[in-house]
């Protein structure tokens, strides 16, 4: 179930969809993916935690300790409304926006400044969203919005 804030039909790669897809509650004793997914985003948070793929005790606090600070209930399980607050700031960057006449270069420029709004930020492992593009082809198409994001950055705009 992808967040209710994008507009339907918004094209997303596939890799993304799949970090904002909500399926079910994540909490201790998973493992894997999505175990890894919630440490790293906590940790794009300034939630710090060690990545290793185990939602433990160390990742059931840190869920809390994120909870509280963004005023949800601390259960220390990622429900639907944890999740949609971790994923926001990707939610954010990616909302669509009417062209209203602008060409591709003032797009690319009002793309890149949503972006850079959400004060974007890299995680290490495998990690691949549009904090970080990769080189996969389905990719390659971003790569001049990750240029113009970059240039921005550069010129502190």
């Known amino acids: 179930m992808l967040p209710n804030t994008l507009a339907p039909g918004s094209h997303l790669p596939t890799r993304v969809k799949q970090e904002l897809d909500f399926t079910t509650n994540i909490a201790r004793g998973a493992r894997g993916m999505r175990a890894k997914r919630v440490q790293e985003w906590l940790c ?8 290793d793929s185990k939602f433990g005790g160390a990742t059931e606090k840190r869920v809390r300790d ?5 005023g ?3 259960s220390g399980i990622v429900d639907a409304a944890t999740h949609a607050k971790l994923v926001d700031p990707l939610v954010q960057a990616l909302k669509p926006m ?11 420029h009002a793309y890149a400044s949503q972006h850079i709004a959400q004060h974007p930020k890299e995680s290490g492992g495998d990690r691949l969203h549009l904090f970080r593009l990769g080189t996969g ?4 198409r971003h790569q001049l919005a ?12």
Not at 44 to 51: K, M, P, S, Y
Not at 66 to 70: D, E, G, K, P
Not at 137 to 140: F, L, M, R, V
């Open 98 to 108: 009417p062209a209203a006449g602008r060409g591709l270069s003032a797009l690319t």
């Open 146 to 157: 990750y240029s113009a994001i970059e240039q921005l950055r550069r010129l502190g705009g």
């Open 66 to 70: 994120f909870q509280t600070a963004n």
């Open 72 to 74: 949800l209930p601390a």
């Open 137 to 140: 082809s389905e990719d390659a």
């Open 44 to 51: 794009l948070h300034g939630f710090a935690l060690d990545i």
